[in-house]
Structure formats: structure tokens, C-alpha cells
């Protein structure tokens, strides 16, 4: 079962602070890159994995998606979610991914948010997902960049030039992470990049798009906090489809 990190109080209020949970997508700074590649969502069927506050779930219906399905396996982001919609062609329901099954071609976007590197079994939710897609169904979604998954301890440190680096030990070993983010021990899952391609590709998928996401000098500039990103890529936006 995946870890319920979102309903430790001490983790909920912190992500509240965020500014992706006060400004919504907004106040994600990867938002417009996804956006640039998202499809016409009118007329369409959304599953949003990991919908947290459902930031995308009410903007895939203000694109003109005809309904939208909200999983999360938190209870307390799922009310969260609640208390922002008024939208009857809006689910939201309790789900733990490792164990999600969907109706067959019951979907044509799938949708999901820095929520992929918490799942262990990722092959058997691509699987699920592939097949809850009609033919020529999307999939798009962000996750923890590997190179960040990557450390067995979180943090800068500083060279003997002053010059600030970022340590990556142990990437081809792959398995489970312990980082202290907002709350201790949150649970990750670390994957190279290739395993990620490869498990789409052994599903079937196609993978149309793959950006190892950085902000703009224009972002940094206006949001200075976001200079160490350009160090390493901290997320990855992928895009893939199920054949026609």
C-alpha cells in the first residue's frame, strides 16, 4: 500500500504552504510547459492520478472536458478538493494507486502530478492505465526526475571553491528512498529514466514527449527561488499515447 504521507498533519500543513497549493497551477512553474502540450480536452473523459486539491481535475472541465475523475489515496486532500468544487462532472474518490483498477477503455486522458515516484508497483499501474485508455488515449504526466530521487540524503553542499553541488549517489540502484521533506520519512521510489520508458514502452505506449523540465530565465528572474532548479532537473514531464 503506498504510503498516506498527505494525512500526517505536520506533511498536509506544510504542502498547504506551497505555492502551488495557494496559487494552484498557477504556481507551479512547470505548468506552462504541460499546458503547451496538452491535447484539445473537449468532449473528453479525465482521470486525474494524485488529483491532491484538484487544481487540474476543474481546470480539465474548464477546457471543456465532459467529466473528470479525481483519485487520491489522502483523505484529507480529497477534502480539500471537495470544498474547491462545484462541479457535478467532477468525482473525487479515495485510491491508492498500487492497487487501482479503472473500466476498459473507459478514459481518453490520463492525467498525473508529482505522484508517480511514490508508487512501488508502476509497472502494474501503467498496465491499468493502458487499458483504462480508449485507442489513441493520452497520457501525460510529471514525476520526481531521478537525478533528484536519486541521493540517499537530501541537501546542497558547498566545494572548496564556494561552488554549491548537488550529490547523486546510487542511481542505477533502484528501490526505495527515505527523504525529510515537510515531514520525516516520506517514502520515494527511485527509477532511472530508463525504467520509466521502458515500462511505458513494455505497456504498449507510444512516448511522444519527454522534457527534463528546468525553469526560463524569465521564471528565475521573477522567482529567484527557483535559480538552484537550473543545477539539475529536479521533475521530468512525459507524454505518451495508446495506439489508434
Not at 484529507?76 to 470544498?83: F, N, V
Not at 554549491?164 to 526505495?176: F, I, R
Not at 514527449?209 to 514531464?237: C, H, T, V
Request: proline share 5%; charged share 20%.
Amino acid at each position: 500500500m503506498t504510503q498516506n504521507i498527505y494525512d500526517n498533519q505536520a506533511f498536509f500543513d506544510g504542502y498547504a504552504q506551497l505555492s502551488r497549493s495557494v496559487n494552484g497551477l498557477d504556481g507551479a512553474p512547470e505548468w506552462p510547459t504541460i499546458r503547451s502540450i496538452l491535447p484539445d480536452l473537449h468532449g473528453k473523459r479525465v482521470v486525474d492520478l494524485g488529483c491532491g486539491y484538484g487544481w487540474f481535475c476543474r481546470s480539465a472541465r474548464d477546457q471543456g472536458a465532459v467529466s473528470v475523475l479525481g483519485l487520491d489515496v489522502s483523505e484529507k486532500m480529497l477534502g480539500k478538493a471537495q470544498s474547491m468544487t462545484q462541479d457535478a462532472s467532477i468525482e473525487y474518490r479515495q485510491q491508492d494507486l498500487e492497487q487501482l483498477q479503472l473500466p476498459q477503455a473507459s478514459f481518453d486522458i490520463a492525467y498525473s502530478s508529482l505522484t508517480l515516484h511514490y508508487i512501488e508497483d508502476l509497472a502494474r499501474l501503467f498496465a491499468t492505465v493502458y487499458q483504462a485508455l480508449a485507442a489513441g488515449g493520452q497520457f501525460i504526466f510529471t514525476a520526481e526526475h531521478p537525478i533528484y530521487t536519486a541521493p540517499q540524503h537530501q541537501g546542497w553542499w558547498v566545494d572548496q571553491n564556494g561552488q554549491k553541488s548537488w550529490p547523486v549517489n546510487g542511481y542505477q540502484q533502484e528501490g526505495q528512498r527515505i527523504s525529510n521533506w515537510l515531514a520525516d520519512g516520506v517514502i520515494k521510489q527511485h527509477r532511472t529514466l530508463g525504467s520509466y520508458v521502458n515500462l511505458l514502452i513494455q505497456q504498449g505506449f507510444v512516448i511522444s514527449y519527454l522534457n527534463e523540465w528546468g525553469p526560463s530565465a524569465q521564471q528565475i528572474a521573477e522567482n529567484p527561488a527557483l535559480d538552484e532548479e537550473k543545477e539539475r532537473p529536479m521533475i521530468f514531464i512525459l507524454a505518451a499515447h495508446k495506439p489508434a
